[in-house]
């Protein structure tokens, strides 16, 4: 039973760089994605990027168009853990965090774990 | 957002209600689909059409056709009132993308 455990600061003033980590625990597929989504008050889910766990992809990653230029997600095999780092926060960014796995395969494209969330709230 | 769904969808307790999610991307990539209670972070409730994780209720099952996905609940419970998402690849196929969800009332 695969379980994600996230951590990460809950407060930031606006201008800085929210930093969280997700750290994955139990077996892993080198056809997963490691993924970050979030969720505005009140809105619906927002894919923000992943990250292949394979290095044979060169840890490939994709990224919301939208928030392209702010993003990075990046991984550490060794320690089976993954960060998202957004640069020059806004109050827009104020949202709960997910992290995730997304499994893939030919046509399969889906999230079978979920990490709890962490609710990242910007405010001067 | 590249997956629609209905913003909200009411059913009697006991009936039976069909989600569904649009997209041009799901002529190639399966939906998945999430669950969402208030407070609560989202649950895989199918994934691959119509394949259901383990614990997953036998009243939750998956459709496919064309663009369109769906997903159908039976025997609808008063503890089925939650918010329900899609998800796929998008058209370009390296992207992830999420529909913007349905709310799901039982009357």
């Known amino acids: 039973q695969v379980q994600l455990q996230q951590w990460g600061a809950g407060q930031l003033r606006p201008s800085e760089t929210l930093s969280l980590t997700c750290a994955v625990y139990g077996k892993s597929y080198s056809s997963d994605y490691w993924s970050w989504i979030r969720q505005s008050p009140g809105k619906g889910l927002e894919w923000i990027g992943e990250?292949?766990?394979?290095?044979?992809?060169?840890?490939?990653?994709n990224y919301n168009p939208s928030l392209k230029s702010r993003v990075s997600i990046s991984a550490d095999a060794s320690r089976n853990q993954f960060s998202l780092r957004l640069s020059s926060v806004t109050a827009a960014d104020t949202a709960v965090y997910y992290c995730a796995r997304i499994r893939t395969g030919g046509y399969f494209y889906y999230i079978d774990v979920w990490g709890k969330g962490t609710t990242v709230t910007v405010s001067s | 957002s590249e997956l629609t769904q209905d913003p909200a969808v009411s059913v009697a307790l006991g009936q039976t209600v069909k989600i569904t999610c649009q997209g041009d991307s799901l002529r190639t990539f399966y939906a998945a689909w999430y669950q969402q209670k208030a407070g609560q972070a989202p649950i895989n409730l199918i994934y691959?059409?119509?394949n259901r994780p383990s614990g997953i209720s036998a009243r939750f099952s998956g459709s496919s056709s064309g663009t369109t996905a769906s997903l159908t609940i039976t025997g609808v419970q008063a503890e089925d009132e939650a918010d329900y998402y899609c998800h796929s690849r998008d058209s370009s196929g390296t992207l992830g993308v999420f529909g913007g969800g349905t709310r799901l009332t039982v009357l």
């Open positions: 990250i292949s766990r394979s290095r044979s992809t060169n840890r490939d990653t």
């Open positions: 691959g059409v119509n």
